[in-house]
């Protein structure tokens, strides 16, 4: 009997978690901050290499959370700072970065969220050190946040902004691999690649210009 009210909570506890991500998914779409298909796509890419790289269930799930509301922060960001046309002030750029926080602070609050949390907080930490908030250098920064950095930056290099069009596939998958060791994972890079270069010229060509 306690077995089964377990249970019972615990389907309950998961309904209440989908359903709070598909309500931040779809805010983040009225802002403009979703690039839709992409974003879920690339997480999907991401739970692939996750998985071949032996990483648990729950690691997998948290993962895919992280993936799709990683910028939830940017609700928090002024709307002036987030479409400014041409460079930030680093002032600007200060109040940028606050979005991961921000991000953090929101996720950790939903129960299962905790450690998807985390992978928010930290998915602009770099490889070399050089990333934010917390200056995290390789393996200090979780294997999901670094696989969220690397799917963050080529959905952002291939998405077009009112003020600038997206890169082509091609020349975001060069810039990642030149970004190789410094800013992203040099072992996980690799292994987005691969599967970038066989699926994202289908993908993205069925979906309509980079965006
Ligand atoms: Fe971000």
Redo the contacts with the bound molecule.
């Keep these: 009997m306690i077995d089964l009210q377990l249970k019972e909570a615990h389907a309950q506890l998961v309904q209440v978690r989908t359903a709070v991500i598909c309500a931040f998914s779809q805010l983040l779409d009225l802002k403009d901050l979703n690039t839709g298909i992409h974003s879920t796509r690339l997480a999907e890419w991401g739970i692939r290499i996750g998985r071949e790289l032996g990483l648990g269930d729950e690691s997998l799930r948290d993962l895919e959370i992280a993936a799709i509301l ?2 939830v922060g940017k609700i928090g960001v002024p709307d002036d700072i987030l479409n400014k046309p041409g460079p930030l002030t680093a002032e600007e750029r200060a109040a940028m970065q606050k ?2 926080e921000y991000g953090w602070r929101v996720l950790r609050g939903i129960p299962g969220c905790a450690r998807a949390s985390l992978f928010v907080l930290h ?2 930490e770099a490889y070399d050190g050089s990333g934010y908030p917390g200056g995290l250098r390789g393996d200090e920064t979780p294997i999901e946040a670094r696989l969220v950095a690397i799917i ?1 930056a080529f959905d952002a290099m291939i998405s077009s902004r009112p003020y600038r069009c997206g890169l082509g596939v091609p020349e975001a998958i060069e810039r990642l691999e030149r970004g190789a060791g410094s800013q992203f994972d040099p072992v996980l890079t690799p292994a987005f690649v691969r599967i970038a270069l066989t699926e994202a010229p289908g993908v993205f060509e069925a979906t309509g210009p980079s965006r």
Excluded: A, P, Q, V
Aim: a negative charge; aromatic letters at 0%.
């Design positions: 990683h910028d979005h991961s998915h602009h963050d």
